[in-house]
């Protein structure tokens, strides 16, 4: 059984910065890219920022600048340190594997989601 288990959400005031976590466990064969979405009131899921395994990222246009992902491949984990923060950003922040799992077959995988606030 494979999870995904993100950390570091919270309450921050705008401006504030906070660092995001996201592990993955279980039987795991291979991790190919990573990413982070948010999900905004009233807004669809969107990509904030992909990793590849090889460290090649991509953001968002909104928030280039101000968060950066990261991961180690030997943790299966992913980061993504979010500084600046803005009250618009406020809402569940997800993350994303494409991962092949003990049965040899590629899969998406995502996690519960971490809440952020951005008080104004």
């Known amino acids: 059984q494979v999870q995904l288990v993100e950390s570091g959400g919270g309450l921050v005031q705008a401006g504030g910065s906070l660092r995001l976590s996201c592990a993955a466990s279980?039987?795991?064969?291979?991790?190919?890219?990573m990413a982070w979405y948010r999900q905004t009131p009233g807004k669809q899921r969107e990509l904030v920022a992909a990793i590849t395994r090889g460290g090649n990222t991509d953001y968002a246009e909104s928030v280039k600048g101000r968060f950066t992902i990261s991961r180690d491949n030997a943790k299966n984990t992913v980061y993504l340190q979010m500084n600046s923060l803005k009250p618009e950003e406020t809402g569940v922040y997800y993350c994303n594997a494409g991962l092949m799992s003990s049965s040899f077959r590629w899969a998406d995988y995502w996690g519960q989601g971490t809440q952020v606030t951005v008080s104004s």
């Open positions: 279980g039987r795991i064969y291979s991790i190919n890219d």
